[in-house]
């Protein structure tokens, strides 16, 4: 899978507040996917980005892909303790369908 | 419900033991992938199989061991040659392209004292 890169490792977020977290590659990437793994958890798949700029909501995040393909970005709005967790997104599939995950950001949320 | 088990939930060892891991799925799901998770960090590659008795290397295979006679059955045996294997061990399956996101199980908290 072709590498990722996510900023920031961390986020300490107020509840209420947006905050964004984001993925870079060096190349073009085909598609992107985010996952979610909630503090003793594991991770949850939730959603696939494939179109150049696309954007796609769920309920209070939204997702986006840069026109180049080579970023994507996950912004939270009106953060809730209930987005506590770390956020991976990962490059396309390789020929054996391994996804390259990025280092994941942690989002701790202060009532 | 389809979905992806493991088990056990957590594990304790004493050190020179090996262990195996269990993790089966009902989605049928060609690919399946260990991952180890550390503390804090990110998910680290072990092992993956895209078929029936055939397995591949990731990045951190050194001390462990697979195999895949069940296309459901994807079994991990942490080995007495693993240095450090205190971790939390998540196993996924996944279509054979992936393209359609990982699923996850609920993973293995392994101690070894």
């Known amino acids: 899978g072709q590498q990722v890169m996510q900023i920031p490792q961390y986020q300490h977020v107020q509840e209420g507040e947006d905050f964004t977290t984001y993925c870079n590659s060096s190349t073009t990437l085909s598609n992107i996917q985010w996952y979610k793994q909630r503090p003793g958890g594991h991770p949850v798949f939730l959603i696939q980005?494939?179109?150049?700029?696309e954007v796609k909501k769920q309920k209070r995040l939204t997702f986006q892909f840069g026109e180049a393909k080579k970023n994507s970005s996950l912004h939270i709005t009106a953060t809730q303790t209930t987005d506590v967790g770390t956020y991976f997104c990962a490059g396309p599939p390789d020929s054996w369908g391994k996804l390259q995950f990025g280092a994941g950001t942690q989002v701790v949320v202060t009532p | 419900d389809g979905g992806i088990t493991q088990s056990p939930k957590y594990l304790f060892r004493k050190e020179g033991q090996n262990v195996t891991l269990s993790c089966e799925q009902n989605?049928?799901?060609?690919?399946m992938y260990w991952y180890r998770q550390d503390p804090g960090q990110g998910l680290r590659l072990i092992y993956y199989?895209?078929?029936?008795?055939?397995?591949q290397k990731g990045d951190i295979a050194e001390g462990y061991s697979v195999s895949r006679e069940k296309k459901e059955s994807f079994p991990l045996t942490v080995t007495s040659a693993q240095k450090n294997p205190t971790a939390f061990y998540l196993c996924a399956s996944a279509t054979g392209s992936g393209d359609y996101g990982y699923t996850f199980g609920s993973g293995t908290r392994l101690t070894v004292v």
């Open positions: 980005l494939v179109k150049s700029g």
């Open positions: 199989s895209q078929i029936v008795n055939d397995f």
């Open positions: 989605l049928n799901h060609d690919a």
